[in-house]
Nanobody, 124 residues
Framework: VQLQASGGGLVQTGGSLRHSCVAS????????WAWFRQAPGKEREFVAA???????YYGDSVKGRFTISSANAENTVYLQMNSLKPEDTAVYYC???????????????????WGQGTQVTVSS
């Protein structure tokens, strides 16, 4: 499975951005898809995930502001980011894996497939 991510950029506090991640190979609907982010000097942080095309899960810091969604016909997973804050500044990564179990979907090391990172910078 190969993932091609796009989106990101520079935005002011309170603004919005949308990431896209197109998957090629594998069976899209059987994967758990997730977004992680990593700020300078910090560990990779769980942002959101869709568990095998079903329920969505979010990190506490983005709950209510970010929305993950997927379009099976387009083999694409999205991350809509609203009400952005300076602390959302990071490199964002999409990830996928068909073997993720519910208890482990927030752990980056459990994902085999990764897209390239895209920078999001939120200015104050």
């Amino acid at each position: 499975v190969q993932l091609q991510a796009s989106g990101g950029g520079l935005v002011q506090t309170g603004g919005s951005l949308r990431h896209s991640c197109v998957a090629s190979g594998g069976t899209f609907s059987r994967q758990t898809w997730a977004w992680f982010r990593q700020a300078p000097g910090k560990e990779r942080e769980f942002v959101a995930a869709i568990f095998r095309g079903g329920r969505s899960y979010y990190g506490d810091s983005v709950k209510g502001r970010f929305t993950i969604s997927s379009a099976n016909a387009e083999n694409t997973v999205y991350l809509q980011m609203n009400s952005l804050k300076p602390e959302d500044t990071a490199v964002y990564y999409c990830a996928g894996d068909p073997r993720i179990i519910l208890s482990s979907l927030r752990i980056a090391e459990n994902y085999d497939y990764w897209g390239q990172g895209t920078q999001v910078t939120v200015s104050s």
